[in-house]
């Protein structure tokens, strides 16, 4: 059964830096992931992706701010977020899907976690 669990979201301040991580499990081989947010309010967008041959995708409101990143050894999945913006808070969820590909939208995922909260401050 496949199962994620997210850690390290924390509150920061504006500029600052935060990596949240994606601890994967019931997995036989890498799969295409992604890291997601939702605020109050919103609806989920995509963030982040990478599919199951390492080529990843950002959404244009954290190009060249994110980075997302797997160690397939420890079965995690990374997100690193620098320059971090009041305007980033979110909760944070991983998801993964059953094919190679990867993509920013919510509706392509199979699988989700529970999610782990960022806040930024300015």
């Known amino acids: 059964q496949v199962q994620l669990v997210e850690s390290g979201g924390d509150s920061v301040q504006a500029g600052g830096s935060l990596r949240v991580s994606c601890a994967v499990s019931?997995?036989?081989?890498?799969?295409?992931m992604g890291w997601f947010r939702q605020a109050p309010g919103k609806e989920r967008e995509g963030v982040a992706s990478i599919s199951r041959s390492d080529a990843t995708y950002y959404a244009d409101s954290v190009k060249g701010r994110f980075t997302i990143s797997r160690d397939a050894t420890k079965n995690t999945l990374y997100l690193q977020m620098d320059n971090l913006k009041p305007e980033d808070t979110a909760m944070y969820y991983c998801?993964?899907?059953?094919?190679?590909?990867?993509?920013?939208?919510?509706?392509?995922?199979?699988?989700w976690g529970k999610g782990t909260q960022v806040t930024v401050s300015s």
């Open positions: 019931g997995f036989t081989y890498p799969m295409a």
């Open positions: 998801a993964a899907r059953r094919g190679a590909a990867a993509y920013l939208q919510p509706s392509q995922y199979d699988f």
